[in-house]
């Protein structure tokens, strides 16, 4: 007992060991891209295979039956695909040349394998229903594959139990991994969303130093101009000369502020749906800990546009936060994300009936420095319209005080292949 349960833990090891350096890679490399992300976390999930079956202790035919599939499932729940595809051939082959299970009853599992992700992802169900019924078939087939190829002269209650043994490592090591993998992600995603919001209060202190440094120039000029003896032409003369100063002191400190808050774009092929699904996930700890409703309505495909990642992100988040800090004090608040495609833009609707605005307060929305916020800078919508506009797109506020308030961001959009 005590060596299969050894065998477990230095299995569970090398299956959660590429995943946690995954994990702490892109921890590390704050700016890491969709892409890049997808990529790091295919190269972890086949190092795990690889240590798995280079390295794993196969006590009664484990690895074969139950942990190769892990990695599967979770390429399922990361809506990969093309990786799930090649985890497929990887785990029938290695079925096959293991354990002489036949071709066509693997190749027949693992193909209700990916009909079942598709079903799941069409229904728009959760994660926990693929586990739940990647379980279920896999207590099936595992169950055929015992009686008929791995132990056929062994009596059908004996291979009850051992199938039953099977399923229940297969879940354990599930959860453990898949606990592991979402907790750290969560507290990774946490983080770069706080750090988001942190940087509006770091706006708003720069603003207060570039206002302190203007403020002694100008208040030189005024004083020199109070001391004047405008009939004294040498007086008017030498402090005419020292206001000239200090005013071109002004104008350098105001171009140097401008060149570091001049935003600058830089375009990369970007999936805006799974940029979306990135920032609700995100960010689904503060709705819950506001008590805010979501209802996400995110196509589950591929739409990819020329966007800048960070600063898209950076839109967004900036509107969700808004929508958290305009909920109603009583009643269910609600937070809806909604996408359309039309023929030369994508919109993207977020919704919340929350506080709402008045018709003063929607004009004046989009002006710099315009705020109703005790603290706020007045800076997230001027900015987040700039850089929407910077896209080549435009954003469209609707609002009703006491019922609500919908962002519409029109982005143009020209589907490429990939």
Do not use: W
């Amino acid at each position: 007992m005590s060596i299969i349960l050894e065998n477990m833990i230095v299995n569970t090891v090398y299956l959660v060991f590429p995943i946690a350096l995954y994990l702490v890679y892109i921890a590390y490399i704050r700016n890491m891209d969709l892409e890049e992300k997808k990529v790091f976390l295919d190269l972890a999930v086949f190092s795990s295979v690889y240590l798995t079956i280079r390295y794993g202790k196969d006590f009664d035919h484990i690895i074969p039956l139950v942990l190769l599939n892990i990695p599967l499932l979770l390429c399922y729940l990361k809506k990969n695909n093309n990786s799930a595809i090649l985890l497929s051939l990887i785990c029938i082959f290695y079925c096959y040349e293991v354990l002489k299970v036949s071709l066509l009853i693997l190749s027949i599992e693992y193909f209700i394998y990916f009909i079942l992700y598709n079903y799941v992802i069409h229904k728009r169900l959760t994660p926990s229903h693929i586990i739940y019924y990647f379980i279920i078939l896999k207590a099936f087939f595992v169950s055929v594959e015992v009686n008929l190829f791995v132990k056929p002269n062994v009596s059908s209650l004996h291979n009850v139990a051992y199938v039953f043994c099977l399923l229940l490592i297969f879940t354990v090591i599930s959860y453990i991994i898949l606990f592991f993998l979402r907790k750290g992600e969560e507290i990774m995603d946490l983080n770069a969303t706080i750090n988001e919001l942190e940087k509006e209060k770091r706006v708003r202190a720069s603003l207060f130093k570039i206002t302190h440094e203007i403020k002694n120039p100008i208040a030189v000029c005024k004083g020199y101009l109070d001391m004047m003896d405008y009939k004294d032409s040498k007086t008017v003369e030498r402090y005419t000369k020292i206001v000239k100063d200090e005013i071109g002191r002004t104008l350098v400190l105001m171009d140097d502020f401008l060149s570091c808050t001049k935003i600058k774009i830089e375009k990369e092929e970007v999936d805006l749906y799974m940029l979306l699904d990135e920032i609700s996930s995100a960010l689904q700890p503060l709705f819950k800990k506001n008590k805010i409703e979501t209802n996400f309505k995110i196509p589950d495909e591929e739409l990819y546009i020329m966007l800048d990642y960070n600063r898209m992100k950076q839109v967004l988040v900036n509107i969700l936060k808004n929508a958290i800090e305009a909920k109603k004090s009583r009643g269910k608040n609600k937070v809806e994300i909604e996408v359309e495609e039309e023929k030369e833009n994508v919109v993207i609707r977020i919704k919340d009936n929350g506080i709402g605005m008045n018709t003063n307060t929607l004009k004046r929305v989009d002006e710099m420095f315009y705020t109703t916020k005790e603290k706020g800078t007045g800076l997230g919508v001027s900015l987040s319209k700039e850089i929407v506009e910077l896209h080549g797109g435009k954003m469209k506020y609707i609002s009703v005080e006491g019922k609500g308030t919908t962002v519409l961001i029109y982005l143009p959009v020209k589907k490429t292949e990939k």
